[in-house]
């Protein structure tokens, strides 16, 4: 099993900046690649950014294409999100997933684990 633990969420108003960390553990060698989602409330929970453990390859939601920025720093089984510009609606639950699948995703079901999710909320 694999354990991932986000942080770094809180508010901020629109045009600050924010990171975001997700801490693996566990199973972390399974691990092929990791990415973000994000969930506002009564909405589905969409693809934010993903990234490959061992290349660092990485592919983004055109929403966010050019403001984050997902990296990882395999030492420290961390992934981060670095998110500027932010916009009003960026306001969601941000959550961590990883997979051990060896392509580059950004669909829901091919994650197989799961954070419990940082809020994030920027203001007007």
């Known amino acids: 099993q694999v354990q991932l633990v986000e942080s770094g969420g809180g508010l901020v108003q629109a045009g600050d900046s924010l990171r975001l960390s997700c801490a693996a553990s566990?199973?972390?060698?399974?691990?092929?690649?990791m990415g973000w989602f994000r969930q506002a409330p009564g909405k589905e929970r969409d693809f934010v950014a993903a990234?490959?453990?061992?290349?660092?390859?990485?592919y983004y939601a055109d929403s966010v294409k050019g403001r984050f920025t997902i990296s990882r720093d395999n030492a420290k089984n961390t992934v981060y999100l670095q998110m500027n510009s932010l916009k009003p609606e960026d306001t969601a639950v941000y959550y961590c997933?990883?997979?051990?699948?060896?392509?580059?995703?950004?669909?829901?079901?091919?994650?197989?684990?799961w954070g419990q999710g940082t809020q994030v909320t920027v203001s007007p």
């Open positions: 997933a990883a997979h051990n699948d060896l392509m580059l995703t950004s669909m829901r079901g091919r994650y197989d684990y």
């Open positions: 990234i490959l453990q061992n290349t660092g390859r990485t």
């Open positions: 566990g199973r972390t060698f399974s691990i092929y690649g």
